[in-house]
Nanobody, 121 residues
């Protein structure tokens, strides 16, 4: 079992970049796949990036390719999400989630509380 906590959200202007972190605690995090999701106001939560424990076969939905970079540091139990060229439509609560040997969009068992990202025009 792992516990994950997101950080790094905030208010930025359109065109800016932002780095989110997902810090994990618990056993064997290096064997957990991690996904990032987001939920905009009034919309469903959607998958935006996934990284397996090996960091091979990283997956982004087509709509996110080129704007996001997911990476992980297993020695520090952290997964990062770098986002560039943010636009107002990227405003959402961003969540990370983890699950043992998970890949892609999951499913994921352990979820954080989310971090708010607000992009002003």
């Amino acid at each position: 079992q792992v516990h994950v906590v997101e950080s790094g959200g905030g208010l930025v202007q359109a065109g800016a970049s932002l780095n989110l972190s997902c810090a994990a605690s618990g056993d064997s995090f290096s064997k957990y796949g991690v996904g990032w999701f987001r939920q905009a106001p009034g919309k469903e939560r959607t998958f935006i990036a996934g990284i397996p424990w090996s960091a091979k076969n990283i997956y982004y939905p087509e709509s996110m390719k080129g704007r996001l970079t997911i990476s992980r540091d297993n020695a520090r139990n952290i997964v990062y999400l770098h986002m560039n060229n943010l636009q107002p439509e990227d405003t959402a609560v961003y969540y990370c989630a983890a699950s043992y040997l998970a890949t892609g969009a999951g499913p994921y068992d352990y979820w954080g509380q989310g971090t708010q990202v607000t992009v002003s025009s």
